[in-house]
Each structure stands twice: as C-alpha cells, then as structure tokens.
C-alpha cells in the first residue's frame, strides 16, 4: 500500500469505465461479442484466470466458453481447436491461456489464431502492426497501461517515459504504443548501466521487470508518475506470502503519482481483454470476410 504523498493511480475506477465502454459497445452489436477461452490441463493459476475472465465477460454482456482440454492434449489436437474457432464466425476473440505444459510449444499455438481474432495482441501480425502504428488488436496489459494513464488525466504526448524490462508481454509493447503515442522512450533492461541514472530522466516510469523492489526513492524524479506492473509475491512469517510490485513502497515519498500493487495495473488486464473482444466483433461485423480461415 501507498502510504506517502503520491496521489494514487487507482486500477479499479479505471478499469470500471473500462468495462462500461466494452459494455456500451457490445450491446450495440447485433450478437454479443463471443470469447473463447483455451486452457490446457489443471495449472491452479490459469484455471483460476480463466474462470475470472469468464465471469467479468458475462457482467459486460460478452458470452464466453472455456475450452479445458486435459493436461496431455497433443500440439495437433490443440492447433485443431484453434483452427475449427478461426473458422467459427460465432467466435469474436481466441485467448489461449499461457503457461501452456511444457510438452507443448507455444509459439506456433500463438501463430495459428487468426490475428482478427487475436485479442491477446501476441500474434505478430499484430506486434507488427503496433510497430507500424497499423490497426490491429493490442496486448492487454500495454494497453490497458495507456487506458490507466488516460483515466487519471497524466499526458503523455512529448513525456520522456522511461520503460524498465523489454519482456514481449510488457515492456516491447508498452513502449510501442507509447510512441505511436508521441511519448519520448528509452527502453532499459538487465544490461542497462546505471538504471537509476536512467530512470531518473523519466516523467512517467513503467517498471514492468519482474523483480521486487527493483526501483527505489533516489532512482525517481521528484513528481515523476511511476507505473509499477510488477507482481512479486514475497514470503511472510505466517507463511502466505504478499504481493509487491516491482517499485520500493518508499517511492511514493518522491513520486507525484503512483500505481499501487495490487489493485493498479492489474484490474486494466482483464478489462482491455473484454474490450479487444469487443473491437474485434466490431471489426469482423464491418468486415466479415476477415472472421474465417482467409486472413493469418
Ligand atoms: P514481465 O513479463 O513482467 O515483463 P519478464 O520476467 O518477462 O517480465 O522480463 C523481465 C524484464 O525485466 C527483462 O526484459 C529484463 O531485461 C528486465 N530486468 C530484469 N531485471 C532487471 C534489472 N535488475 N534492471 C533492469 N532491467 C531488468
């Protein structure tokens, strides 16, 4: 929990208005927008997320099926599914719900839905277009990120953003769309020197580099908004553990805002899924020949 005198980047209102657009939008679909969700064997985590993004879809209005095929399905029978839901026009959006066992190879997994399906963003049609600043569906945390900073009014045409970790789920993305943003990016990593002198050049810092506590006060601007997508979980004494981001608690003394952790980034994932449902309905409603097996 922020303590300190940043003003609080709060998920939750953000994410709600969020699901209010994906709702508004869907309903004025002549279907509700379909999801289908693939999940392979029992991982406690994915069968848990999976569940979750079926219970919000139904609460904007989205239908959804969760396809559970059992922990030894082969490369060959998943790639069929997802090619019988790339030639279904009743389905919107595919997620395949990552770690897939590890006998699987996810790369070609991904490959194989159709990117107007695609409402992971992951497919490299669409990184591709992110990079070119081309229409196409966008990763849901990066662009959930944009949606968050929106929310709480902190510009970001011209800011010098600084982005902390280069993993294809975060930070690529992320610094993409800020710059079809007009952002100002540097993009540092594990061979980054001297990240502080780095980071401390930033009006807005997205630390996205799954290491608890990486960023610490003297590492921050004055005033600067920090975004902290991390979520680390760090052992207890009663054994349970706690989540932290990847941001020292003290940050919030210097920073100007701040995303707490939980309840910042995360709340915008789930809810830009729902929406990337929805823009692709819309975008396979204007142009249903996109829908099928024709486009890969
Ligand atoms: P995520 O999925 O949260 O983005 P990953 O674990 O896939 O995280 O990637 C971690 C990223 O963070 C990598 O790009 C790595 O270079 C960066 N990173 C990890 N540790 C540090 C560090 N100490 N300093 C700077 N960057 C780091």
Not at 238 to 251: C, E, I, M
């Amino acid at each position: 929990m922020t303590q300190g005198t940043a003003q609080v980047l709060a998920g939750p209102p953000a994410a709600a208005a969020l699901l209010d657009e994906a709702r508004r939008r869907a309903a004025r679909l002549p279907h509700p927008p379909h999801l289908a969700l693939v999940r392979v064997g029992e991982d406690p985590a994915s069968v848990s997320y999976v569940r979750g993004k079926a219970k919000k879809a139904s609460e904007v209005g989205l239908s959804s099926h969760v396809h559970a095929l059992p922990g030894d399905t082969t490369q060959a029978d998943l790639l069929a599914l997802i090619g019988t839901l790339n030639a279904d026009p009743a389905v919107s959006g595919i997620l395949v719900q990552l770690p897939l066992p590890a006998h699987l190879d996810p790369a070609p997994v991904l490959l194989a839905v159709n990117p107007a399906k695609d409402v992971d963003g992951l497919h490299p049609a669409n990184t591709g277009a992110l990079w070119n600043a081309h229409e196409g569906l966008r990763p849901c945390t990066p662009a959930g990120i944009m949606a968050l900073l929106a929310h709480h009014g902190v510009p970001v045409r011209g800011a010098r953003v600084v982005v902390v970790g280069r993993s294809a789920l975060v930070g690529r993305p992320v610094a993409g769309l800020l710059l079809n943003a007009d952002a100002t990016v540097t993009v540092a990593h594990r061979a980054t020197p001297d990240l502080g002198a780095v980071t401390r050049g930033a009006d807005i810092l997205i630390v996205a580099a799954g290491q608890a506590h990486l960023i610490t006060p003297d590492m921050v601007r004055p005033g600067a908004t920090v975004v902290d997508v991390g979520i680390n979980r760090v052992p207890t004494e009663d054994g349970r553990g706690r989540l932290t981001g990847d941001v020292h608690p003290d940050v919030a003394q210097v920073a100007g805002a701040l995303t707490p952790v939980p309840g910042g980034v995360g709340p915008m994932t789930v809810a830009q899924l729902l929406m990337n449902t929805v823009i692709a309905a819309e975008r396979q409603h204007a142009q249903p020949e996109v829908t099928g097996e024709l486009v890969r």
